[in-house]
């Protein structure tokens, strides 16, 4: 938890150094090209059958992968769980 902690606090800070303001519309869309990038990495070209095949709501994964809705943290563990990864790796920058 304590990785996570200094994990969130660094990319906070970079971000708001970089930027001067968090965008969180574009950290949501940044996110939804992670979440795309790692389905299709796992060999998933349709979102619907990913989220079929791993009890996930077509719609929220729908969503999330296109950067239109806000994610909760136990929705960003079940994802992370989905692709075999913990958090941390599941937010890293490099697939």
Same mark, same amino acid.
């Given at each position: #938890? /304590?990785?996570?902690?200094? !994990?969130?606090?660094? #990319? $906070?800070?970079?971000?708001?150094? +970089?930027? &001067?303001?968090? =965008?969180? =519309?574009?950290?949501? #869309?940044?996110? %939804?090209?992670?979440?795309?990038?790692?389905?299709?990495?796992? &060999? $998933?070209? +349709?979102?619907?059958? !990913?989220?079929? =095949?791993?009890? *996930? +709501?077509? /719609?929220? $994964? &729908?969503?999330? &992968?296109? %950067?239109?809705?806000?994610?909760? $943290?136990? +929705? *960003? *563990?079940?994802?992370?769980?989905?692709?075999?990864?913990? *958090?941390?790796? !599941?937010?890293? /920058?490099?697939?």
């Amino acid at each position: #938890m /304590v990785g996570l902690a200094l !994990f969130c606090t660094y #990319m $906070y800070e970079e971000k708001v150094a +970089s930027k &001067g303001q968090l =965008d969180h =519309d574009q950290e949501l #869309m940044e996110l %939804g090209r992670r979440i795309r990038a790692l389905r299709i990495s796992k &060999g $998933y070209k +349709s979102a619907e059958k !990913f989220a079929l =095949d791993h009890n *996930l +709501s077509r /719609v929220h $994964y &729908g969503r999330w &992968g296109a %950067g239109k809705k806000n994610i909760t $943290y136990k +929705s *960003l *563990l079940i994802l992370a769980r989905a692709h075999g990864m913990t *958090l941390p790796e !599941f937010l890293a /920058v490099e697939i």
